[in-house]
T-cell receptor, first 111, second 114 residues
Framework: RKEVEQDPGPFNVPEGATVAFNCTYS??????FFWYRQDCRKEPKLLMS???SGNEDGRFTAQLNRASQYISLLIRDSKLSDSATYLC????????????FGQGTTLQVKP | EAGVVQSPRYKIIEKKQPVAFWCNPI?????LYWYRQNLGQGPELLIR????????DSQLPKDRFSAERLKGVDSTLKIQPAELGDSAVYLC????????????FGSGTQLSVL
């Protein structure tokens, strides 16, 4: 079993739709959580950190459920430019530990 | 400000040949990472440096892979000899201090081993 698991998709949604991705992690000692975005043939870039209380950045909302060991990313009012692969990332040892990347979930937003 | 710079962008070699990748991190970032990303997968850590010290190389296949970061700035990752299964994108990343709060990735080197 992989340490960080994501549904690879692709998720095909129309513009304006709301879409949610989930990610599960196996190590209960994990302490830091992130979502990275990777455009096709480009490098990953940090989208947002995930805090225990949940956090929002514009149209993007991240949630953490420690009891069930999953992280979610919600995108509201999808734009064509949101089309990308979204990587769930977990660290075992807080902000100095190794980052474990999930395989990514691909989102395609259609006109 | 310049980002993480990697070269070459693409490399095609025959199996059993050596290959080297170069990375220059963002100025002032003392932590440097080498990741490998296979098609359809997330990046996997090969080695992490804090300054010139390799603090995590547990995932580096040491029989054929080597890395160095002399003077704690730029870094080189080498494969010798390359195998077909080494075909992947090799990503370099850097971060400020020892924190992993935000990694900045280079554009990567796409390696094809024929």
């Amino acid at each position: 079993r992989k340490e960080v698991e994501q549904d690879p998709g692709p998720f095909n949604v129309p513009e304006g739709a709301t879409v949610a991705f989930n990610c599960t992690y196996s190590n209960s000692a994990s302490q830091s959580f992130f979502w990275y975005r990777q455009d096709c043939r480009k490098e990953p870039k940090l989208l947002m950190s995930v805090y225990s209380s949940g956090n929002e950045d514009g149209r993007f909302t991240a949630q953490l459920n420690r009891a069930s060991q999953y992280i979610s990313l919600l995108i509201r009012d999808s734009k064509l430019s949101d089309s990308a692969t979204y990587l769930c990332v977990v660290s075992h040892s807080g902000n100095t530990g190794k980052l474990i990347f999930g395989q990514g979930t691909t989102l395609q937003v259609k006109p | 400000e310049a980002g993480v710079v990697q070269s070459p962008r693409y490399k095609i070699i025959e199996k059993k040949q050596p290959v080297a990748f170069w990375c220059n991190p963002i100025s002032g970032h003392n932590t440097l990472y080498w990741y490998r990303q296979n098609l359809g997968q997330g990046p996997e850590l090969l080695i992490r440096y804090e300054n010139e010290e390799a603090v995590d190389d547990s995932q580096l296949p040491k029989d054929r892979f080597s890395a160095e970061r002399l003077k704690g700035v730029d870094s080189t990752l080498k494969i010798q000899p390359a195998e077909l299964g080494d075909s992947a994108v090799y990503l370099c990343a850097s971060s400020v201090g020892q924190t992993n709060e935000k990694l900045f990735f280079g554009s990567g080197t796409q390696l094809s081993v024929l």
